[in-house]
């Protein structure tokens, strides 16, 4: 299973492509979408057709999202909230089911700890995927975020053999 993770931002939109075989990981590629433009339809539409990009290119058969927190700045809450719909949009304009995990949930599933920083998230990542070469924060955060799908996407494919096989 090939995962595409996205770690959503309007400036920076960090992606990061896995593919899970069992419970082997393996780096496949990771980056960061940079908007561009001066007013905010402008910087979507740019965010839209990199991230359209990054599908087309390496064709992942699920995606993860991670999901949106609100702060004290509501007009900024607001703006990543649009940036995080194109995150979702996208995906699913390619056909994939798409996961969404709270920061907290990564977290505790790649370092242990809900409440870890971003640097033990990014050795953390850097330890389960020996010789990963990270693009920055966001890409860190954005392959995280498929280690956290990729976990789960097997616990319920777990699951749902189990009771396949009960029903049987």
């Given at each position: 299973m090939r995962v595409l993770g996205?770690?959503?931002?309007?400036?920076?939109m960090g992606w990061g492509v896995?593919?899970?075989?069992?419970?082997r990981l393996s780096h496949v590629a990771n980056g960061i979408c940079h908007s561009k433009g001066t007013d905010l339809a402008a910087r979507l539409l740019s965010l839209y057709e990199q991230m359209t990009d990054v599908v087309h290119?390496?064709?992942?058969?699920q995606a993860?999202?991670?999901q949106t927190f609100?702060?004290?700045?509501?007009?900024?809450?607001?703006?990543?909230?649009?940036?995080?719909g194109i995150a979702l949009l996208v995906p699913a304009q390619a056909g994939l089911a798409v996961g969404e995990y709270a920061p907290n949930k990564v977290k505790k599933t790649i370092v242990g700890a809900g409440h870890a920083?971003?640097?033990?998230?990014?050795?953390?990542v850097k330890l389960q995927l020996p010789g990963v070469v990270i693009n920055g924060p966001d890409a860190a955060d954005a392959l995280a975020i498929a280690m956290c799908h990729a976990h789960y996407a097997r616990a319920g494919a777990g699951y749902a053999a189990a009771l396949k096989r009960a029903n049987a």
């Open positions: 996205i770690d959503p931002g309007l400036r920076n896995i593919d899970a075989e069992g419970s290119r390496f064709q992942p058969d993860a999202v991670e609100v702060n004290k700045d509501g007009a900024g809450t607001l703006k990543l909230g649009q940036a995080r920083e971003k640097q033990q998230v990014e050795y953390m």
